[in-house]
């Protein structure tokens, strides 16, 4: 099957009815996610997986996806109205947003961001139609030295991106790989750490670590801090129209904001953040007027918004061509083709190509709805905002513990969340970030398994997997991802009496 | 308790940590394996709690060796967090017994109260409110498994 057939496909599986459906409640829920600042679409996605469970895995994956691309688009309301990001991607767009929205232009601003998520997350689909299939049919050629090395690489790039030092870094990912080791062994059937507790030798659900590490440390901070309700500023229909200078002021951002945020997307880590502010940066230097950047610049709108819609879109190819969470968001979609016994990895494509082709074609149909729901709808969205922040904390605590029982109607799996919650606003206090802690415990099994089937292959000789042209370059390029730290901070040391920490 | 206390003591705890999965994973039947070519169930989890010792290690060095006048990185007054945490430990207590639907409102009470809202009636008659109507849409939209009662019965 050739990208279009599997479009052609993909689009006769997404737009039946449950499946339209589907689509529909995921953006709705991403786009409510989105604007209200608190719930992120990782908790969001955790909290409806167990919804999913009496959905075909096509309809759930079609849904959870939709909560993620749709948050995409609901941040950038409260970004431009509030001057509070939705979303962590949409930091950027207060910039500029804002300042459009103090003068007047609130409904210019929203309109391009919705048309650049737009463009974007269709430059995706196609991206994601006609590379994943490739990367695919090349990762059928990987064995357990590819994955093992791919997941090493995967985890440095992910501690370098984040904004921790190495050190912290480190201590995330060997928590994370630490929690995914109790449990059954994977080979010997062997039970580890589970101090005889029959409940701990199914292993530690990711669902309630993630709902608590983001859901339940975020209420923690709220109840500490006290959110006071703002009040956005209004926008009237008749303003949604961008001028034809703004309009032609705005195009080529949205073209390179696109591409640039989907090739950010195939890096593991928080790449929709990153490419938000590479694409700020770009604009800014391409730009005639750099001055007017901050003083509500409408470039400083369509490149970002456009780029962290790109990246979106982009870091679903790891997960659908290998099997590999690269992002949290990922490594909760994984999870629902887990539970929903789909196989995962390269062979995805081929023994289910309903939900491979369903998935990406739903996507621009989400697009579709995103753009229908994101403009006329603007006032509904911005009404939820003047909600008391006390109802929607309160509704959200509810919604974190009933979401966790549900998965498996376990009482262990509340004092997870409860314990995960705690430890994830202990992390937040001491700059450690939780997400690293996720993406460990993700991609831990994955990891364990690799290498102990390649230490099987090469008879305990892990150097051979250097002599593996694919391996070997991954190795390479792990060792130079966790060179460049060391070797800045030598540079620092030569070059100021006050260490920096690695 | 200043950050440097703070940080020496979390890096201390992640070092601790680090050494008792080295010692449980040693300790595991069949352990680290007969060689590297046939490991056991305690190699790789020995080889990550090496690595949370020596990262956590570094992380203490490094603490030691900056000064100490950072800004405490802790709240200051927690008493709202450990309320929360109160409320959600009591509801994880109650839920098998008392049901779902008085555990929802005591929490959604607590909660309400932790957050912010005014007048223990408008909390009280929200709380009833928001418990009633989630238990519809959980029970009949969503087909969500929710506990009775097992006091009475």
């Known amino acids: ?502 | 308790m200043n950050a440097r206390s703070i940080g020496l003591l979390t890096a201390a705890f992640f070092l601790l940590l680090g050494s008792a999965q080295v010692f449980l994973s040693l300790r595991l039947p069949g352990g680290l394996g007969i060689s590297a070519a046939e490991p056991g169930p305690g190699l790789f989890p020995a080889v990550v709690g090496t690595l949370m010792a020596v990262a956590a290690s570094i992380h203490l060095l490094q603490t030691v060796m900056t000064r100490g006048d950072a800004e405490d990185p802790v709240a200051r007054n927690p008493i709202d967090i450990i309320f929360l945490i109160g409320t959600l430990s009591a509801y994880i207590l109650l839920l098998p017994r008392a049901g779902f639907l008085v555990s929802a409102f005591l929490l959604l009470l607590g909660t309400l109260s932790i957050f912010g809202m005014p007048g223990l009636i408008r909390r009280a008659v929200t709380s009833a409110l928001m418990t009633g109507i989630s238990y519809l849409i959980f029970t009949q939209a969503l087909r969500v498994n929710l506990p009775a009662p097992t006091w009475f019965s």
């Open chain 1, 1 to 502: 099957m050739n990208a279009f057939e599997g479009l052609a496909f993909g689009f006769s599986i997404a737009l039946q009815w449950p499946n339209l459906l589907a689509c529909f409640a995921g953006v709705l829920i991403g786009t409510v996610v989105g604007v209200l600042p608190g719930i992120g679409p990782i908790g969001a996605m955790a909290l409806l997986l167990p919804v999913t469970y009496s959905m075909s895995p096509a309809g759930a994956l079609i849904m959870l996806a939709g909560i993620y691309y749709g948050s995409m688009y609901g941040g950038s309301t409260t970004s431009i109205l509030l001057k509070v990001p939705g979303e962590v991607s949409s930091v950027i767009t207060t910039l500029d947003g804002y300042e459009m929205a103090r003068r007047g232009r609130a409904g210019a601003a929203l309109f391009v961001a919705a048309i650049g998520s737009f463009v974007a997350g269709s430059v995706g689909i196609l991206g994601l139609a006609f590379l994943a299939p490739l990367l695919a049919s090349t990762a059928l050629r990987f064995g357990p030295p590819e994955f093992f090395s791919l997941c090493v690489l995967g985890l440095l790039v992910l501690s370098r991106l984040t904004g921790s030092s190495l050190v912290r870094a480190a201590v995330m990912v060997a928590l994370g790989l630490a929690l995914s080791t109790v449990g059954m062994e994977p080979m010997s059937g062997v039970a580890r750490f589970t101090f005889g507790s029959l409940d701990l030798a199914q292993g530690l659900e990711l669902v309630p670590i993630a709902i608590g590490l983001f859901g339940v440390s975020e209420l923690l901070a709220a109840a500490h801090d006290k959110l006071n309700a703002e009040r956005p500023l209004p926008v009237r229909l008749r303003e949604l129209l961008p001028t034809l200078a703004e309009w032609k002021r705005s195009q080529w951002p949205i073209v390179r904001g696109s591409v640039l945020g989907f090739l950010f997307g195939l890096i593991p880590g928080p790449t929709a953040i990153i490419a938000t502010f590479s694409s700020y940066a770009l604009e800014r230097k391409l730009s005639k007027h750099p001055e007017e950047f901050g003083q509500g610049a409408i470039e400083g709108v369509a490149g970002p918004e456009s780029a962290n819609n790109g990246a979106a879109q982009g870091a679903f190819i790891p997960l659908l061509a290998l099997g590999i969470p690269f992002a949290p968001a990922s490594a909760m979609l994984l999870t629902a083709l887990l539970i929903h016994g789909a196989q995962t990895g390269p062979l995805l494509m081929t023994n289910s190509p309903e939900i491979f082709w369903g998935v990406t074609s739903s996507m621009y149909v989400g697009n579709v709805m995103l753009l229908l729901l994101n403009l006329p709808m603007i006032g509904v969205f911005v009404a939820l905002l003047r909600l008391p922040p006390y109802f929607i904390s309160s509704l959200v605590t509810l919604l974190c513990v009933v979401g966790t029982y549900a998965i498996s109607n376990s009482l262990l799996d509340l004092w997870v969340l409860l314990a995960s919650g705690i430890v994830g606003y202990g992390l937040r206090c001491l700059k450690f970030e939780p997400a690293i802690l996720l993406m460990a415990l993700a991609l831990g099994p994955i990891l364990e398994r690799s290498f102990l089937q390649s230490l099987f292959l090469t008879q305990g000789n892990l150097v051979e997997i250097l002599e593996r042209p694919i391996a070997g370059t991954m190795c390479v390029i792990a060792v130079l991802v966790l060179l460049q730290p060391i070797y800045q901070w030598l540079k620092s040391v030569r070059q100021s009496p006050v260490r920096a920490p690695v």
